[in-house]
């Protein structure tokens, strides 16, 4: 009986299969290297996912592992970086003329409706001297600057109508209480009820602050800036003007040329022991 090659091929498969189940021993399993970390491997069906749901193996930091059909962590974002504060001593500008007023009784603002009148310091239109309470302030400024050995100022017409415009501003701007951006030096103060002081106390008011003022260390601050500007030495004009404001009275005074200037203070603002 011929065979055909075929016939001969699968008797020969069937034997070898013989042999090996007879043997007793049963073939090693050639081991699998596993993969390196990291690298996906699909997780078998009805494991907890969707067949071929890549698990992600942890990483050499240590970082958490996605499991199948849970979304993969999500990094932190990173903090805001933040802005560096300005290096300390940086200088901050400090204004020349000086701060609030002394003794300031915070006046109500009028209500609407309500006038505001201006209380003019009457002062010469020439060169001569000054009557009623352009004469009370003027002498009160030069009698304190008389003790600090500051020459007396005199009266301007010119300067005293910058004044009281400025203090009809204030006035008419609901008791507004701020400083002008005129070309002199400033003062200002307020006071209520009106009528309850003359003109030496708001000169009187200011100048307590020679108290607080350091010989030592001059120069200019908030809390001296009012005397300072009274005595400066090289101020030879002053013009003052008031207005009525809702029951208090609102000052201001100008001086020509302005004191509080940098640098001039041990100059122009001398002790009282100078005589």
């Given at each position: 009986?011929?065979?055909?090659?075929?016939?001969?091929?699968?008797?020969?498969?069937?034997?070898?299969?013989?042999?090996?189940?007879?043997?007793?021993?049963?073939?090693?399993?050639?081991?699998?290297?596993?993969?390196?970390?990291?690298?996906?491997?699909?997780?078998?069906?009805?494991?907890?996912?969707?067949?071929?749901?890549?698990?992600?193996?942890?990483?050499?930091?240590?970082?958490?592992?996605?499991?199948?059909?849970?979304?993969?962590?999500?990094?932190?974002?990173?903090?805001?970086?933040?802005?560096?504060?300005?290096?300390?001593?940086?200088?901050?500008?400090?204004?020349?003329?000086?701060?609030?007023?002394?003794?300031?009784?915070?006046?109500?603002?009028?209500?609407?409706?309500?006038?505001?009148?201006?209380?003019?310091?009457?002062?010469?239109?020439?060169?001569?001297?000054?009557?009623?309470?352009?004469?009370?302030?003027?002498?009160?400024?030069?009698?304190?600057?008389?003790?600090?050995?500051?020459?007396?100022?005199?009266w301007s017409a010119?300067?005293?109508?910058?004044?009281?415009?400025?203090?009809?501003?204030?006035?008419q701007s609901g008791?507004?209480?701020?400083?002008?951006?005129?070309?002199?030096?400033?003062?200002?103060?307020?006071?209520?009820?009106?009528?309850?002081?003359?003109?030496?106390?708001?000169?009187?008011?200011?100048?307590?602050?020679?108290?607080?003022?350091?010989?030592?260390?001059?120069?200019?601050?908030?809390?001296?800036?009012?005397?300072?500007?009274?005595?400066?030495?090289?101020?030879?004009?002053?013009?003052?003007?008031?207005?009525?404001?809702?029951?208090?009275?609102?000052?201001?005074?100008?001086?020509?040329?302005?004191?509080?200037?940098?640098?001039?203070?041990?100059?122009?603002?001398?002790?009282?022991?100078?005589?």
């Amino acid at each position: 009986m011929t065979r055909s090659p075929r016939s001969l091929w699968l008797l020969a498969v069937s034997l070898a299969a013989i042999a090996a189940c007879g043997s007793g021993a049963s073939s090693q399993a050639t081991p699998i290297a596993p993969p390196p970390a990291g690298t996906p491997i699909a997780a078998p069906d009805g494991a907890g996912g969707s067949a071929g749901t890549p698990v992600a193996g942890p990483s050499d930091r240590g970082q958490p592992v996605a499991h199948p059909g849970q979304a993969a962590p999500v990094a932190q974002s990173a903090q805001a970086t933040a802005v560096a504060p300005p290096t300390s001593g940086t200088p901050v500008a400090a204004p020349q003329q000086t701060g609030d007023a002394p003794r300031a009784t915070p006046v109500a603002a009028p209500p609407a409706g309500q006038t505001t009148s201006g209380m003019p310091v009457a002062g010469p239109s020439g060169g001569g001297a000054p009557s009623g309470p352009a004469a009370t302030i003027l002498a009160a400024h030069n009698a304190y600057r008389a003790r600090h050995c500051a020459p007396p100022m005199r009266w301007s017409a010119a300067i005293a109508d910058v004044a009281q415009r400025y203090a009809n501003e204030l006035a008419q701007s609901g008791c507004a209480f701020r400083h002008s951006r005129s070309r002199y030096g400033e003062n200002l103060m307020r006071f209520a009820p009106a009528g309850s002081h003359d003109a030496s106390y708001v000169v009187s008011a200011w100048y307590e602050e020679v108290s607080a003022y350091d010989y030592a260390h001059p120069g200019f601050s908030m809390n001296t800036g009012h005397f300072t500007q009274v005595v400066w030495s090289e101020s030879t004009e002053l013009g003052c003007g008031v207005a009525v404001c809702d029951g208090g009275e609102t000052w201001v005074c100008n001086y020509g040329p302005p004191g509080n200037v940098t640098g001039r203070f041990p100059a122009n603002v001398r002790p009282a022991t100078c005589q």
